[in-house]
């Protein structure tokens, strides 16, 4: 089978495209799925430059989104059969979804939701279980609160704002003005440009000096120390990203904040609640490209280039 294999760690220049063994059951749980799309997500340029170097092994396939329909099963498979279109996100340290099939235990699938296609399917496993993680479990994101989403032109902010309006919160988000009303038709309720203005302080403008209920870091940097500018007391930040510089959480202290540390999900459970949500017409994946998997390169080129020729606007997808 073709697949991407990364012989050392490094830029896109190490992802090469080759024929590998494909892989067949070995237990009497694994299902054999052929692979249709799959996705590129942060996690794995981060794989791929080898920040989780101590975790996996080299030669090493990368990816963490799945669709793609069932070709074989093990004996005591009973939930899935062939021809059954699934979608999932690999177990993370293992094989990855750059390839023409996979091989997984069954308790990781999902059935693909019919009213989308591979590719809108593709972009969904991954960060559908951290957006839930990190609205219901975490924040514990109700009707009538306010959520700001900082970076919502991303992958995990596309479909938090859809999440968020569907549960009843009104929604600020940032994003450049040339995104902006793709931003609103998503149900954002406010979309400031953070390349013109302050948004921590447009929205407490925006909340007459209240803050709002729930933030969710996906962008980094001082966003931890920054952010409780905008919140109200006793809200909650949610991040997804790593604290690579010193924070100053005096502000945090002083709106009896409480903080959570999310690293992306990869469950079964919490995609089972987006994909009712995509079944009943609520949320729907936003794709900002497709590339074919002879293009991985480009692919990842295009999340990780700052000096892009137009904005990101939701999940680059690779299909096969």
Do not use: C
């Not at 791929?48 to 329909?69: K, V």
């Not at 059935?111 to 279980?129: D, Q």
């Amino acid at each position: 089978m073709k697949a991407v294999v990364i012989n050392n760690y490094g830029g896109p220049e190490v992802l090469q495209l080759k024929e590998v063994t494909t892989p067949s059951i070995t237990d009497h749980s694994q299902v054999l799925v052929k692979v249709r799309a799959t996705s590129v997500n942060p996690l794995d340029y981060q794989v791929r430059r080898g920040d989780y170097a101590s975790l996996f092994d080299l030669p090493l396939i990368t990816g963490h989104d799945i669709a793609g329909e069932v070709v074989a099963v093990g004996k005591a498979v009973k939930t899935w059969r062939p021809g059954d279109k699934v979608y999932y996100s690999p177990r993370f340290g293992g094989p990855g979804s750059y390839a023409e099939y996979h091989l997984t235990d069954e308790s990781s699938l999902s059935g693909m939701p019919a009213n989308l296609s591979y590719e809108e399917a593709a972009a969904v496993p991954l960060i559908g279980g951290t957006v839930w993680e990190m609205l219901m479990v975490r924040a514990k994101l109700k009707k009538g609160d306010t959520i700001l989403i900082p970076g919502g032109a991303g992958g995990i902010g596309t479909l938090a704002i859809q999440v968020a309006k569907s549960l009843g919160a009104f929604v600020y988000t940032t994003g450049q003005d040339i995104l902006q009303e793709q931003l609103r038709q998503l149900g954002a309720d406010v979309v400031i440009d953070h390349h013109k203005k302050n948004y921590l302080e447009e929205v407490q403008a925006y909340t007459k000096g209240k803050g709002v209920d729930v933030i969710i870091d996906t962008v980094g940097g001082h966003t931890l120390s920054d952010s409780p500018h905008a919140l109200a007391s006793y809200g909650n930040i949610v991040t997804l990203v790593d604290i690579a510089l010193p924070q100053n959480l005096i502000h945090a202290w002083e709106k009896n904040a409480t903080y959570h540390f999310v690293f992306t999900r990869q469950s079964r459970d919490e995609l089972h609640h987006i994909t009712g949500l995509i079944e009943a017409g609520q949320v729907k994946p936003v794709i900002d490209s497709v590339y074919p998997i002879e293009d991985v390169k480009s692919a990842h080129q295009r999340m990780e280039d700052a000096k892009r020729d137009r904005p990101l606007l939701g999940k680059i997808v690779l299909s096969l």
